[in-house]
């Protein structure tokens, strides 16, 4: 398994911006698929987005697209989301993951996490 610790969560103005990080230790980053997911209490860990381990396949939520870019530098092992238009309903624990399986991966599909980072967006 390779470790994940995520960073650059906060509160932020709704309209607003942030960039969350997660860098990834102990095996070889670049061969695995990387995902964000988000969670709020009560509610099921929901998946964001997700990128291949090339950084060619890429998918969103629809309830964040054209908002969030997910990106990878494989040469830093950090994936990064890039979140803008932050709206109130943002507001949740986010997560990184990681699976070495292909394709559009479910949540059961990763199988390292971190420990999340908290974003807030006030209205």
């Known amino acids: 398994q390779v470790q994940l610790v995520e960073s650059g969560g906060g509160l932020v103005q709704a309209g607003g911006s942030l960039r969350l990080s997660c860098a990834a230790s102990?095996?070889?980053?670049?061969?695995?698929?990387m995902g964000w997911f988000r969670q709020t209490p009560g509610k099921e860990r929901e998946s964001v987005a997700g990128?291949?381990?090339?950084?060619?396949?890429?998918y969103y939520a629809d309830s964040v697209k054209g908002r969030f870019t997910i990106s990878r530098d494989n040469a830093k092992n950090t994936v990064y989301l890039q979140m803008n238009g932050l709206k109130p309903e943002d507001t949740a624990v986010y997560y990184c993951?990681?699976?070495?399986?292909?394709?559009?991966?479910?949540?059961?599909?990763?199988?390292?996490w971190g420990q999340g980072t908290q974003v807030t967006v006030s209205s």
């Open positions: 102990g095996r070889t980053f670049s061969g695995y698929a």
């Open positions: 993951a990681a699976s070495l399986l292909i394709g559009r991966l479910l949540k059961g599909d990763y199988d390292s």
């Open positions: 990128i291949d381990w090339s950084g060619v396949s890429i």
